[in-house]
């Protein structure tokens, strides 16, 4: 680690960002189901969240609809709920009912949906809009965005059978704070072609949506322009190389996962191949929570490690499903994630709050350079004395600087305004820039009354001239000279006291 790969603050000591060991190790401690602050009582599953103006919101499957007596009066297909309370993320709240007292429906049914749904006994099967891969927006905090669901039916028997994918145009009113969606057309994919944006969906602000969907037991990878979302002909498949248009090219990115989210993240050390996490859970019904990480949103995604096997809470020991992270309630910085999961019996919204094991502890110290010749500093920086100060303290050191003008012009150079020493202690930092002061007062050869230590210029002379005819052993007994007289100077420095 270098601290030139961490960012540092503007205090001038303290302690840097860490960042969770891989292969990850995790806790976790169930926080419940995720409930309605109205306490009634929702069956729900999938519970994937989104964020749409600034706020969060929650998608929900099929909704058991009770009301506040606790009598069952319906079953919606798909709900979207808010989320309140920054203090309780596993708390939502609805804010539109139907006349029967269920949460309202969000994806709106065409005619025909409507009357099967409302005739539980028809032999086709009821109509169901399940939406896994949550809300993307135009761009971040637009407050309007789109989001793909699985059209289908699921029959008197519970068989379900796939009828396409649909797509919604998501609005949070910025008057009434009411959520909506409106659908443009049925459906916008065939059954039998690849279910784009129903697995999970990214917006990394690069002018499109990324869509990940099923085909089989395929997941595949696919992008369209953000302003061509209605475009069937836009949409640009993962071939393995790159994007293109035939959907037959299209290669899978994982294989056999049933859901998950694809997010970009620092809970990993950037720039180490892991800025994307994947969390999700595949089809062999083991109930393990999974992570992999990736350097780039279309992959290696190779590695998968359980962090936990999700537990059910109040039914039998059912298999769960629909496991997702929801990277907005906890801190990354502390390793902390948010991590739900659905139970098959009696249908719930599980939270539990998951922290990872962070690795080691870096310290930073800052020094404040005086004025100086801008060569003297970059000399400073790369002479030896510079180098024995580090491996002495345990430290880098690293010089911040402020910018200069466009190379190949006549503008004002870079600026060195400050040094940072990082270290696994407070006191390996803490000393390393002590040296350095130490070493600053030596090599200008100021006359500073609590010092009172300069070099002669013959001395400087001589041990420039000795390092240079000396090589690299004469450049270490130079910068043993100097390091001595620096010590010398750190330990007035320190006491405060006169030569």
């Not at 989001?147 to 009113?173: C, H, M, P, Y």
């Not at 350079?369 to 303290?393: F, H, N, Y």
Request: aromatic share 10%.
């Amino acid at each position: 680690m270098t601290n030139d790969e961490q960012e540092i603050p503007q205090e001038p000591s303290g302690p840097l960002r860490t960042y969770a060991v891989w292969p990850p190790r995790a806790t976790f401690n169930v926080l419940g189901y995720v409930r309605d602050l109205s306490n009634r009582q929702y069956s729900r599953d999938v519970g994937r969240t989104s964020s749409v103006g600034g706020r969060i919101f929650w998608q929900f499957g099929d909704t058991f609809c009770k009301n506040d007596a606790g009598q069952y009066v319906g079953l919606v297909a798909h709900t979207v709920a808010d989320h309140l309370d920054e203090s309780e993320p596993s708390v939502t709240a609805y804010a539109e009912f139907d006349a029967r007292e269920c949460a309202k429906l969000f994806i709106p049914f065409t005619k025909e949906e409507a009357r099967l749904d409302a005739d539980p006994g028809n032999p086709i099967g009821r109509p169901t809009l399940w939406s896994f891969g949550g809300i993307v927006e135009d761009f971040e905090n637009a407050g309007t965005g789109w989001s793909w669901f699985e059209l289908g039916r699921v029959n008197q028997d519970g068989e379900s059978k796939a009828l396409g994918t649909g797509i919604v145009r998501v609005r949070l009113d910025p008057n009434t704070g009411l959520i909506s969606a409106t659908r443009p057309m049925e459906r916008l994919f065939e059954a039998d072609e690849p279910r784009w944006g129903t697995f999970s969906t990214l917006a990394p602000g690069d002018g499109y949506f990324y869509l990940w969907g099923h085909r089989g037991a395929d997941v595949l990878l696919a992008r369209v322009r953000t302003d061509r979302t209605l475009d069937r002909s836009a949409y640009q498949v993962w071939n393995g190389s790159g994007y293109g248009g035939i959907i037959t090219d299209a290669k899978p990115v994982m294989k056999n996962f049933a859901q998950g989210q694809f997010y970009r993240s620092s809970l990993f050390e950037p720039g180490q191949g892991r800025d994307f996490i994947f969390v999700g859970c595949d089809m062999s019904g083991s109930s393990s929570v999974l992570m992999a990480t990736a350097p780039c949103l279309e992959g290696p995604w190779e590695e998968f490690i359980p962090l936990f096997s999700a537990p059910n809470l109040d039914g039998p020991d059912g298999y769960r499903y629909c496991m997702y992270p929801h990277p907005w309630a906890f801190k990354e910085a502390d390793g902390e994630l948010l991590v739900t999961w659905s139970e098959h019996w009696p249908g719930g919204v599980i939270a539990a709050k998951v922290k990872f094991e962070m690795g080691q502890k870096y310290w930073y110290h800052k020094y404040t350079l005086p004025e100086m010749d801008e060569d003297l500093r970059e000399e400073l920086m790369q002479s030896p004395v510079t180098q024995e100060i580090a491996r002495k303290t345990g430290t880098t050191i690293t010089p911040r600087t402020v910018p200069g003008g466009q190379p190949g012009t006549d503008g004002p150079r870079p600026r060195s305004t400050s040094i940072v020493a990082v270290g696994p202690t407070a006191g390996q930092a803490e000393r390393a820039v002590q040296l350095m002061q130490a070493a600053v007062e030596v090599w200008l050869g100021l006359n500073v009354p609590s010092t009172r230590v300069r070099p002669s210029e013959d001395e400087a002379a001589g041990a420039a001239e000795a390092a240079e005819e000396g090589g690299p052993a004469g450049r270490r007994r130079w910068a043993s000279r100097l390091l001595t007289r620096v010590k010398e100077t750190s330990k007035k420095i320190m006491k405060g006291g006169n030569s």
